[in-house]
């Protein structure tokens, strides 16, 4: 049985690199390429993973379907997560996230669950605000691979 550590462990050498494919309004898959970590839930404290996002396409489909999965590969080894996007940030506000400050450092918290690093936080930081950024939380309810 493939775990949710697992999982994330077959991207570890690419930063977390992983597929997540959300599903369009008339029903066909959109995927793309996210440095996606693992990391407590803020409120709950449960295994989640975790990626920021931004612009149209992938938040417009979270927001209105936010079932989605990940799949993480190292070779021909794969593995997928399947779960319900929670979303958190400057327009996907959470009544456990009180505030801007609390954003700006749980965006930074994901990226480096991710396996990123940065020479100059602030400028991180005014980037994410920027961009209007978003946190992207899964709580997983399925994870199978081929191994």
């Given at each position: 049985?493939?775990?949710?550590?697992?999982?994330?462990?077959?991207?570890?050498?690419?930063?977390?690199?992983?597929?997540?494919?959300?599903?369009?309004?008339?029903?066909?898959?959109?995927?793309?390429?996210?440095?996606?970590?693992?990391?407590?839930h803020?409120?709950?404290?449960?295994?989640?993973?975790?990626?920021?996002?931004?612009g149209?396409?992938?938040?417009?489909?979270?927001?209105?379907?936010?079932?989605?999965?990940?799949?993480?590969?190292?070779?021909?080894?794969?593995?997928?997560?399947?779960?319900?996007?929670?979303?958190?940030?400057?327009?996907?506000?959470?009544?456990?996230?009180?505030?801007?400050?609390?954003?700006?450092?749980?965006?930074?918290?994901?990226?480096?669950?991710?396996g990123?690093?940065?020479?100059?936080?602030?400028?991180?930081?005014?980037?994410?605000?920027?961009?209007?950024?978003?946190?992207?939380?899964?709580?997983?309810?399925?994870?199978?691979?081929?191994?």
């Open positions: 049985m493939t775990t949710l550590d697992d999982a994330v462990a077959l991207a570890t050498s690419e930063s977390g690199l992983a597929v997540v494919a959300t599903v369009r309004a008339d029903g066909t898959v959109q995927a793309s390429l996210v440095n996606v970590g693992r990391l407590p803020p409120a709950t404290g449960e295994p989640a993973l975790a990626f920021t996002t931004y149209k396409v992938k938040l417009a489909n979270l927001r209105a379907r936010p079932q989605l999965a990940v799949t993480f590969k190292n070779g021909w080894q794969w593995a997928t997560v399947e779960g319900r996007a929670e979303l958190a940030g400057p327009d996907d506000p959470q009544p456990w996230l009180k505030d801007a400050d609390q954003l700006r450092l749980l965006l930074r918290e994901v990226f480096s669950a991710a990123g690093t940065h020479d100059d936080w602030d400028e991180y930081d005014r980037v994410m605000a920027r961009e209007r950024r978003a946190v992207v939380l899964v709580a997983p309810t399925r994870v199978y691979s081929n191994g």
